[in-house]
Nanobody, 125 residues
Framework: QVQLVESGGGLVQAGGSLRLSCEASARIANGYPMGWFRQAPGNEREFVAA????????YYADSVKGRFTISRDNAKRTLDLQMNSLKPEDTAVYYCAAGDHYSSNVYDTKTYTYWGQGTQVTVSS
């Protein structure tokens, strides 16, 4: 069982930046996806960004493209999300997730086996 622990959430004004970090208790194989999802009150959990070394690619939701950057360090077992130009609509609980098998469908929550406890991000207008 892999434990994921997020950190770095908080309160920030619109236009500001935050960096989320996720540390895994064990190494996630390069080809297995790792990603970030978020969930606002009353909404379903939605895809934010993911990274997989099968195709050496990063994937982003259209709503965050150009503002968020995902990065992964397998040696340190960490996954980061740099969030710039934050908007009030980015307010949500952000979850780190990791898969335990190869998958090209990095957008679906069902792809991921392990989840962190979540960290709150609040963007004030």
């Amino acid at each position: 069982q892999v434990q994921l622990v997020e950190s770095g959430g908080g309160l920030v004004q619109a236009g500001g930046s935050l960096r989320l970090s996720c540390e895994a208790s064990a190494r996630i194989a390069n080809g297995y996806p790792m990603g970030w999802f978020r969930q606002a009150p009353g909404n379903e959990r939605e895809f934010v960004a993911a990274i997989s070394y099968v195709r050496i690619a990063a994937y982003y939701a259209d709503s965050v493209k150009g503002r968020f950057t995902i990065s992964r360090d397998n040696a340190k077992r960490t996954l980061d999300l740099q969030m710039n130009s934050l908007k009030p609509e980015d307010t949500a609980v952000y979850y780190c997730a990791a898969g335990d098998h190869y998958s090209s469908n990095v957008y679906d929550t069902k792809t991921y086996t392990y989840w962190g406890q979540g960290t709150q991000v609040t963007v004030s207008s």
